[in-house]
């Protein structure tokens, strides 16, 4: 039987602060993350991403539980055995821009490469093929200070490719991009774990392409209240377990599954709704969670969900068409029918910014 990729038992991650004492940011957490798969983590700023995040990748120690990476305890690889299991890349733009793309990503044979860091022709084969993969083969000799943050960010992953791991960690890699470029890199990293069967997980914010792109989600909840301090215990200088755990037993701090399954399980409404945000089921948006005056929508799907989009902006609530309430019936873009209790017909209007402007008159 396989094992998985990365998996944390009974993990809490925290960080210290000095002379042995330490703060638990979360405890309890147990998630496992597959070849093939392209992992989104989930949460709000100050919520532990990049705490969580780092202890995977080793820059910091956990607080107690463990995190093993294919089958081994991460405190048993070597510093070198782990760069080439673990490929990591950080939100922190990149000081190379002295180098050029190729040298770049050639750094990413240095696991391979020994201390001298000469290639051979398998070494140059890999980072003209990890270039290929990612689409910047063409800016290969160009310096890294002349790319677009786009283009930077398709190197840095080249970089982790080059490297040849199994699992590849990322911390916001779309943090600074545009649209398209976080469509592009989505997309990406999604055919890359696919492709070349390996364990991908990024944090992000971006909750509308972690939806579409993503093999699995892990929500992470907020730390805050949660959050304690301890002193040192046992093992490597760090606190033991029963010095960091409580009596009272808590909701799990992170949930994981498909994308499909926590939005149609309450998970992902649960999850925004905690804080103070309303996840629509229908539309896949988040709103303030206030809502406004609810109006029926049913018709031609295309038409529908641009027609929910307009209503949400304008404080609607989009609802399935019921009795006592303004309805709008979606023939075609061209074509809305719009009626309301007061009236026994319904006016028909061209467009949708026509149908919001007849409601809005109506309020």
């Known amino acids: 039987m396989e094992h998985p990729a990365v998996s944390a038992q009974h993990l809490a991650i925290g960080y210290s602060l000095g002379r042995g004492r330490w703060k638990t940011v979360h405890s309890g957490l147990d998630f496992t ?70 040298e770049l990503v050639s ?89 070349q069967r390996k364990a ?27 959050a304690q301090e301890s002193g040192a215990g046992t093992g490597a200088g760090l606190p033991d377990a029963a010095d960091v755990s409580s009596d009272v037993p808590e909701p ?16 992902l409404s649960r999850f925004f709704s905690r804080r103070g945000m309303d996840f629509d089921i229908r539309s896949g948006r988040l709103s303030t969670g206030v809502a406004g005056p609810e109006v029926g929508v049913d018709g031609d799907s295309l038409t529908v969900r641009w027609m ?4 949400a902006r304008n404080g609607f609530t989009p609802v399935l068409p019921a009795d006592g309430i303004p309805c709008v019936r979606c023939v075609s873009p061209t074509c809305l029918e719009v009626s309301h209790p007061g009236s026994a017909t319904s006016v028909t209007v061209s467009c949708i910014s026509q149908a919001i402007q007849y409601l809005m008159n109506l309020s």
């Open 308 to 311: 929910a989009n307009a209503l």
């Open 107 to 195: 750094l990413g044979r240095q696991p391979h490469t020994g201390f001298l860091g000469r290639l051979g022709e398998r070494d140059r084969a890999v980072v003209s093929e990890a270039m290929r993969s990612v689409g910047i083969s063409y800016k290969a000799d160009s310096y890294v200070s002349e790319l677009s943050d786009g283009e930077r960010q398709r190197a840095m992953i080249a970089k982790a490719l080059a490297q040849e791991c199994p699992v590849i960690v990322l911390d916001e890699p779309t943090a600074f991009l545009d649209v398209s470029s976080r469509i592009e890199t989505m997309s990406l990293l999604h055919d890359t774990a696919h492709r």
């Open 33 to 102: 993350l597959s070849l093939g798969e392209l992992t989104s983590l989930i949460g709000l700023n100050g919520a532990g991403k990049s705490t969580l995040i780092r202890t995977l990748c080793r820059f910091q120690p956990s607080v107690s539980g463990s995190v093993s990476v294919m089958g081994r305890d991460i405190r048993e690889y070597s510093a070198h055995g782990f760069a080439l299991t673990v490929g990591v890349v950080l939100t922190d733009r990149t000081n190379a821009g002295g180098l050029t793309v190729r």
């Open 200 to 226: 991908i997980l990024l944090s992000t914010h971006d909750i509308d392409n972690a939806l579409i792109y993503s093999d699995r989600l892990l929500l992470l909840s907020s730390g805050g209240a949660g």
């Open 252 to 267: 799990s701090p992170i949930i994981s599954g498909s994308p499909e399954d926590l939005v149609l399980d309450g998970s």
